[in-house]
């Protein structure tokens, strides 16, 4: 979830006239970005062979 701080940031690190795809593009980067890190420090990442593994069933 995301922040009032966090959404305050985007929208001053945004041009002075932007579309509000660029705003939801903007805060679905960071709220990802923040569960990818909460993941990673719960331990739940995948090591490159466990990687290659899920990625060899969509690439084949």
């Given amino acids: 979830m ?3 701080t966090q959404v305050y940031s985007t ?3 945004l041009p002075e006239n932007f579309s509000i795809d ?3 593009d903007s ?3 960071i709220e990802k970005v923040e569960k990818g890190l909460k993941q990673s420090e719960m ?3 995948n090591n490159k ?3 290659k ?3 060899s ?3 084949k």
């Fill in 2 to 4: 995301l922040t009032k």
């Fill in 11 to 13: 929208v001053d690190k």
């Fill in 22 to 24: 660029q705003l939801i």
């Fill in 27 to 29: 805060l679905l980067f």
């Fill in 43 to 45: 331990g739940l990442v």
């Fill in 49 to 51: 062979e466990k990687a």
């Fill in 53 to 55: 593994d899920k990625l």
């Fill in 57 to 59: 069933k969509w690439l």
